[in-house]
Antibody, heavy 121, light 107 residues
């Protein structure tokens, strides 16, 4: 069965960096686009970034563009999110999510359990 | 960006009730509409895509309908495990956007 397991979250000071990882299994990782979606405490869901199956295309939500970088290592079945210049408003649970199709559709059919990032001094 | 508005924001219902949640898009999105269920402290779970197609292994008590700007999620007979927050999401245009959520509580 599809499994997505995030790691790397924690408490970080404003302006610092953090890298999240998402280990994938149960499907052919190198055939699907992958996303990061976040949820601030007590709030709704917000899409953050997407990467195509081969890593050639990447798109970002406006507030993170230029600060966050999505990447993947298909040899390790792992998705990453490098977060730089973190702000208090980036505090959230970050979910990795699998795209349903081989061409990015922005529909998420499987989600990881999430990794909490807290930006605080 | 396309705005997604759900109604109601919360509702109280009893086990066995039929429940309907509405989602409205700020512009037409054809049938590029998904529904997710989220229980407290857990990840969202995909229920429906393409407005009315059930995700694999989702029970048939869940159904979706609509096209264009107006959509509904119906739970035919509410069970204890269905008490959760439900989100709609459009994937017609970039960026994908979610509704604010509808919390279904026990009456």
């Amino acid at each position: 069965q599809v499994q997505l397991v995030e790691s790397g979250g924690g408490v970080v000071q404003p302006g610092r960096s953090l890298r999240l990882s998402c280990a994938a299994s149960g499907f052919t990782f190198n055939k699907y686009g992958m996303h990061w979606v976040r949820q601030a405490p007590g709030k709704g869901l917000e899409w953050v970034a997407v990467i195509s199956y081969d890593g050639s295309n990447k798109y970002y939500e406006d507030s993170v563009r230029g600060r966050f970088t999505i990447s993947r290592d298909n040899s390790k079945n792992t998705l990453y999110l490098q977060m730089n210049s973190l702000r208090a408003e980036d505090t959230a649970v970050y979910y990795c999510a699998k795209d349903r199709t081989t061409v990015v559709s922005y529909y998420f059919d499987y989600w990881g359990q999430g990794s909490l990032v807290t930006v605080s001094s | 960006d396309i705005q997604m508005t759900q109604s109601p924001s919360s509702l109280s219902a009893s086990v066995g009730d039929r429940v309907t949640i509405t989602c409205r898009a700020s512009q037409g999105i054809s049938n590029y509409l998904a529904w997710f269920q989220q229980k407290p402290g857990k990840a969202p779970k995909s229920l429906i895509y393409a407005a009315s197609s059930l995700q694999s292994a989702v029970p048939s008590k869940f159904s979706g309908s609509g096209s264009g700007t107006d959509f509904t999620l119906t739970i035919s007979s509410l069970q204890p495990e269905d008490f959760a927050t439900y989100y709609c999401q459009q994937y017609f245009s970039y960026p994908p956007t979610f509704g604010q959520g509808t919390k279904v509580e026990i009456k």
